[in-house]
């Protein structure tokens, strides 16, 4: 993250926090410091999420038209509708549509998002 990236972020995160920081219940009582700590975490736990999915977005859009098998090399087809997906990380959900291919030589499907993000099936 260069130095005018970091700069706008920071400021987002300003914005954000005023924007959601309550110091009081639904009820009108003031928040105990655990509550503002709870909802905090909620707000975290969506950002992270949120940030997770988008860099699985980016990362399947950058990747190769036709990935390779993984055992012998040799590029694979795609095979018609994706799968979709969700894996559960420890802030959230992320999901995404997983390509499955076909390797003619090894005669096996692969799941080339498998390897890339290190998931295990
Ligand atoms: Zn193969």
């Not at 954000?16 to 009081?24: K, Q, R, V």
């Not at 975490?41 to 950058?62: F, I, P, Y």
């Amino acid at each position: 993250m260069d130095a005018q990236m970091h700069t706008r972020a920071n400021e987002l995160m300003e914005e954000l926090a005023n924007l959601l920081a309550n110091a009081e219940n639904s009820d009108g009582s003031w928040k105990t410091f655990d509550q503002m700590e709870l909802a905090a975490n909620g707000v975290g736990d969506r950002l992270s999420e949120k940030l997770a999915q988008k860099s699985l977005d980016r990362s399947l859009a950058g990747r190769p038209e036709a990935p390779r098998c993984p055992k012998c090399d040799q590029p694979g087809c795609r095979l018609d509708d994706p799968d979709p997906r969700v894996i559960q990380t420890s802030r959230g959900e992320v999901q995404w549509n997983e390509d499955e291919y076909f390797c003619r030589k090894c005669r096996k499907s692969f799941f080339p998002s498998d390897r890339a993000f290190g998931i295990p099936r």
